[in-house]
């Protein structure tokens, strides 16, 4: 079983729509939570990032971290094409050690 | 600040070849990564460096890769041979600390052995 889980996707949504990404982790001793964005051949963007459960929210975009469920979401109010991209969660561990799930393709239709 | 810069930004080579990618980190990071991306495998961390230091070298796949951090403002990452399953974007990143903060990645190196 892999550190972090990501769907694959490819997820399509019509523009205006809610976004919801998610990911699911194994690991109790993860203790940061991150969000990247990674448009296509370039290299990934800090998006969010977050320690304790709860929502974090940043204009469109909205962190969830369930610690209890190893469950962290990433919501995208108001969708864009803009948005359209690779998002891809990180989970750092008490021993520094950076994990990233697979990514989820995402594409925002005008 | 320009960012973190790679170089080159495409490279193809013959099995066999020595290949060098370069990275220079935003001024005044003191933590510098190198990862390799593919659809299959997504990110894996290869090594990482601190204060030109190199902290965790568990990543890198065998023999054939090293990296080195001559100076705060330069790293290389090496493959000497390159074989066709070393194909993949190669990417540096890096960080004022390790934890608390995100990575800045360049935009990678496409590197296609042949």
Redesign the interface.
């Known amino acids: 079983q892999k550190e972090v889980e990501q769907d694959p996707g490819p997820l399509s949504v019509p523009e205006g729509a809610i976004v919801s990404l998610n990911c699911t982790y194994s690991n109790s001793a993860f203790?940061?939570f991150?969000w990247?964005r990674q448009y296509s051949?370039?290299?990934?963007?800090?998006l969010m990032?977050t320690?304790s459960s709860g929502n974090k929210e940043d204009g469109r975009f909205t962190a969830q971290v369930d610690k209890s469920s190893k469950y962290i979401s990433l919501f995208i109010r108001d969708s864009q094409p803009s948005d359209s991209a690779t998002y891809?969660c990180?989970m750092?561990d008490t021993g520094?050690?950076?994990y990233?799930?697979?990514?989820t393709s995402l594409t925002v239709i005008p | 600040d320009a960012g973190v810069i790679q170089s080159p930004r495409h490279e193809v080579t013959e099995m066999g070849q020595e290949v060098t990618l370069r990275c220079k980190p935003i001024s005044g990071h003191d933590y510098l990564f190198w990862y390799r991306q593919t659809m299959m495998r997504g990110l894996e961390l290869l090594i990482y460096f601190n204060n030109n230091v190199p902290i965790d070298d568990s990543g890198m796949p065998e023999d054939r890769f090293s990296a080195k951090m001559p100076n705060a403002s330069f790293s290389t990452l090496k493959i000497q041979p390159s074989e066709p399953r070393d194909s993949a974007v190669y990417f540096c990143a890096s960080s004022l600390a390790i934890t608390g903060y995100g990575y800045t990645f360049g935009s990678g190196t496409r590197l296609t052995v042949v």
């Open positions: 203790q940061y991150m990247y051949r370039k290299g990934p963007e800090l990032y320690y891809l990180a750092l520094n050690q950076f990233f799930g697979t990514g």
